[in-house]
């Protein structure tokens, strides 16, 4: 009898994207430790660009036919009615952030579609403790399986820093346009370079961090928050908000906290930052670095993976009642 083969469903985006980077990383994990997986495309011979990812297994949706001796990995995005892909074949969600768990929902009291209770869907995997709470607040019945998401130490790591700010407008631009505008109009920029990580390559971010005195950080609400971890790693000061998901590493410990959407607290925390000694800023950046490498290694990433896509493969979807 053949091993289960893991499909796992990935949008057709090639702008920089961390939840896809992580897809492709399990499928990775999974074939180097035996197990069969592949990512899954719509188009015929879509890959991502701003990344390596030629040695991952990439199919296209035309060409596979999965068996209830497989295994379909969804992610939370195609809603309420993700369960009626692939009928007939055991499921899991990919939650990547649990904070759109509901898109596509309605509010009507009487609507119980979702996949999270699906007789085809054995459980669903998260990539941080906030979000795996939620989703086991949501669906006490449901298999909920917790994995790490590694910081790559070989792109992401500190180096000498330049008086720079860097931020990422992919999310909450508007707070981050605020921000700026308030240290701009103080003067408290006059000898600061400002930059916008947009449109960059996995690569070109790295070299930027590594370089960066201070990261500001807008994401929320965030499954993980990967953005900052990076730039953590990178031995940046990370100033602003942990969007939630973040809140395991993002403490006053190894970062600098804000409340979500306090842009004029952001903006004096920012302004003290940058009157402050650089070697204190950079000691801290030194701790933060050495804290994201411990906790958010290759290592327990390639662990976690295995072990939840290996349980979620061999457990049998929840009885139909």
């Known amino acids: 009898m053949s091993s289960p083969h893991a499909y796992f469903v990935c949008p057709d985006t090639d702008v920089p994207s961390g939840g896809i980077r992580v897809i492709y990383r399990h499928v990775e994990h999974l074939n180097a430790a035996g197990l069969s997986a592949s990512v899954v495309h719509r188009a015929p011979g879509f890959r991502p660009t701003w990344f390596p990812a030629g040695g991952v297994p990439v199919t296209h949706t035309e060409a596979i036919t999965p068996t209830p001796a497989d295994l379909l990995v969804i992610p939370e995005i195609y809603g309420p009615d993700l369960a009626r892909i692939g009928p007939g074949v055991p499921k899991a969600v990919f939650n990547q952030n649990a904070y759109n768990t509901f898109l596509g929902y ?4 009487g609507d119980r579609r979702t996949p999270y209770t699906h007789p085809e869907v054995a459980g669903a995997v ?6 795996a709470a939620y989703l086991r607040h949501g669906f ?22 330049r008086r720079r700010i860097a931020f990422m407008p992919r999310k909450n631009a508007e707070q981050a346009l605020q921000v700026i505008n308030l240290l701009k109009f103080r003067g408290a920029l006059d ?5 916008a990580l947009d449109g960059m390559s ?6 930027a961090l590594r370089e960066t005195l201070v990261f500001l950080s807008f994401g929320h609400p965030e499954g993980f928050g990967l953005p900052a971890a990076e730039a953590m790693a990178c031995g940046c000061a990370v100033a602003g908000c942990h969007g939630y998901g973040g809140r395991e590493f993002f403490t006053a410990d190894h970062a600098f906290p804000v409340e979500i959407g306090d842009v004029v607290g952001l903006a004096r925390t920012v302004e003290d930052l940058l009157a402050r000694d650089p070697a ?23 662990q976690s993976v295995v072990a939840a896509w290996r349980a979620l493969a061999g457990a049998p979807a929840v009885a139909a009642a």
Request: charged share 30%.
């Open 202 to 207: 996995e690569a070109e971010v790295a070299a």
């Open 126 to 131: 998260v990539v941080s403790d906030d979000n």
């Open 191 to 195: 000898d600061v370079e400002v930059v």
């Open 280 to 302: 204190e800023l950079e000691a801290t950046g030194a701790r933060a670095a050495a804290f994201i490498a411990e906790r958010y290694s290759p290592a327990r990433e390639r």
């Open 106 to 109: 309605t509010p009507e009291v």
């Open 140 to 161: 006490p019945e449901l298999a909920v399986h917790r994995v790490v998401n590694a910081v790559d130490p070989d792109l992401f790591r500190p180096a000498p820093k």
